[in-house]
């Protein structure tokens, strides 16, 4: 038998095992004053990109505005227009850096639509690679990331000063 160890997954397995958080995390995490401990890449005038905890894929990415709203049509024009200006830098961003073949962009709209994080939108970036997809996620019901989140963070930061 092959054992493949990936510690840092306790967080996750704990989290989901116990009650849900109270408040909202895209609130709670840009209040902080440890962009790092929050997985916090940029902040704009309106919107900011945090990283994905618990990620489909290394770098994926969120943007999501700083006030707290639940559906795309309660963004203001400039929280808007912003929103989608940082989603296209994203994208090229981390196209260039992590030399994808394509991306997932969306949001779920409701817990329905499987978000997690329900009344607060945000805009999912997810690289793609051809071939991405393995035999993990079928099987065994995990999936694999091949790089610490730390580690990527370390590696986008300097990318997000400006955008």
């Known amino acids: ?12 397995i704990k989290q989901a095992t116990g009650s849900e958080e109270v408040g909202c995390i895209l609130c709670d995490y840009p209040a902080r004053d440890n962009d790092e401990l929050s997985l916090i890449l940029y902040r704009g005038a309106h919107n900011f990109i945090i990283m994905n905890r618990y990620p489909y894929n290394a770098g994926h990415i969120m943007v999501a505005p700083l006030r707290h709203c639940g559906m795309p049509d309660g963004l203001n024009d400039d929280e808007r227009n912003e929103h989608y200006r940082i989603v296209s830098r994203c994208v090229a961003i981390l196209r260039e850096l992590f030399r994808c073949d ?9 817990r329905a639509a499987g978000a997690g994080v329900d009344q607060h939108i945000h805009t999912h970036i997810v690289p793609r690679w051809n071939g991405d997809t393995n035999f993990m ?18 590696m986008l930061k300097p990318n997000f000063t400006t955008i």
């Open 137 to 154: 996620p079928v099987l065994s019901d995990a999936k694999v990331i091949n790089e610490a989140i730390a580690d990527t963070y370390k």
């Open 1 to 12: 038998m092959d054992y493949m160890f990936a510690p840092w997954r306790i967080q996750y």
């Open 102 to 110: 394509g991306f997932n962009v969306g949001m779920n709209l409701g």
